[in-house]
């Protein structure tokens, strides 16, 4: 059984950065799109990001792009979010989610990923 771990949220003034990083345990992610997904209480979760197997393909949702930057390491077996230029918008719970796939074809979808993780808090205030 794939169990998902999220690390690195916390409390980041606006126009800072963070990084968070998802590792899985039970399996290697390295046969799987990864994707980045984010709530706010009493909203929708939201697709923020996903990566392909291979790390070529990388889709983002609008807005967050040219301010986040997903990547991973199959060696290290973690993909990680890279989050510039926060703002307090960005406040959520974010959520690594693993798919049964090698790609990110609509990655919005929360029904593609079938496991994740309990999230990690990021809240962007001064």
């Known amino acids: 059984q794939l169990q998902v771990v999220e690390s690195g949220g916390g409390l980041v003034q606006p126009g800072g950065s963070l990084r968070l990083s998802c590792t899985a345990s039970?399996?290697?992610?390295?046969?799987?799109?990864i994707g980045w997904f984010r709530q706010v209480p009493g909203k929708e979760r939201e697709g923020v990001s996903c990566?392909?197997?291979?790390?070529?393909?990388?889709d983002y949702a609008d807005s967050v792009q040219g301010r986040f930057t997903i990547s991973r390491d199959n060696t290290k077996n973690t993909v990680y979010l890279h989050m510039n230029n926060l703002k307090s918008e960005d406040t959520a719970v974010y959520y690594c989610?693993?798919?049964?796939?090698?790609?990110?074809?609509?990655?919005?979808?929360?029904?593609?990923?079938?496991?994740w993780g309990q999230g990690t808090q990021v809240t962007v205030s001064s």
């Open positions: 990566i392909d197997t291979l790390g070529s393909g990388k």
């Open positions: 989610a693993v798919a049964p796939r090698n790609h990110c074809l609509r990655f919005q979808e929360e029904a593609r990923f079938d496991w």
């Open positions: 039970g399996s290697t992610l390295y046969y799987y799109a």
